[in-house]
């Protein structure tokens, strides 16, 4: 079956300007989860989608939000983008949630910010 | 919060056993400790997880003793396409809610070499 799929895959932008990136998750998972991954913080949760609600919320500032939509498809917005926003961005899917053993993540989808 | 702690890289040879280390001093006692591996330009794919004493499974071992404030992820004979990083991860499976908290590891890069 398809995997996690991520769009697009690169990106370029300049600060103060928005963007929306977009996760596909395999068929009949529920759950959606979304990290920012950088050489200097490392790998840290954003939130969670389950079933178009939001369940769970790592410490990131208002300017990171998401949703999900009814076929389980979820969108991530960064507004006003600053230099340190620059970084890998990774969703998963999984069942259950965000510990899911089934967990399976997207490649990513690669933000510059200049 | 349960800071984790990981060596930075390891090097090993083909055919051997590998053994990465994870300190979680503070885990809670709902915690689960789980492992990822990721490879250049991919996203994470799970490993393992478990929540004490040991876990096996096709690919590796969890080892984790009765304090819990440590885990041990054993890869046994690994091969060069073991080249990767590894992430620990610590965290309430069950838990819901905001700012929550979900502390990976730094990563350890390791190398197979032939």
């Known amino acids: 079956k398809a995997g996690v799929t991520q769009t697009p895959r690169y990106l370029i932008k300049t600060r103060g300007q928005q963007v929306t990136l977009s996760c596909s998750p395999i068929s009949g998972h529920r759950s959606v989860s979304w990290y920012q991954q950088t050489p200097g913080q490392g790998l840290q949760f954003l939130f969670e989608y389950f079933s178009e609600t939001q369940r769970n919320k790592g410490n990131f500032p208002g300017r990171f939000s998401g949703r999900q939509f009814s076929n389980s498809r979820s969108e991530m917005n960064v507004s006003t983008l600053e230099l340190g926003d620059s970084a890998l961005y990774l969703c998963?899917?999984?069942?259950?949630?965000?510990?899911?053993?089934?967990?399976?993540f997207g490649p990513g989808t690669r933000l510059t910010v200049l | 919060l349960a800071k984790t702690t990981q060596p930075i890289s390891m090097d090993s040879y083909e055919g051997q056993e590998v053994n990465i280390t994870c300190s979680h001093n503070n885990i809670a006692t709902n915690d689960y400790i789980t492992w990822y591996q990721q490879f250049p330009s991919q996203g994470p794919r799970f490993i393992i997880q478990g929540y004490k004493t040991k876990v096996t499974n096709e690919v590796a071992s969890l080892f984790i003793p009765a304090d819990r404030k440590s885990s041990t992820l054993s890869l046994p004979r690994v091969s060069l396409s073991d080249t990767a990083v590894y992430y620990c991860?610590?965290?309430?499976?069950?838990?819901?809610?905001?700012?929550?908290?979900?502390?990976f590891g730094s990563g350890t890069q390791l190398t197979v070499l032939p």
């Open positions: 998963a899917s999984s069942f259950s949630g965000i510990l899911d053993n089934e967990q399976f």
């Open positions: 991860l610590v965290g309430d499976i069950a838990a819901r809610g905001s700012a929550r908290q979900l502390t």
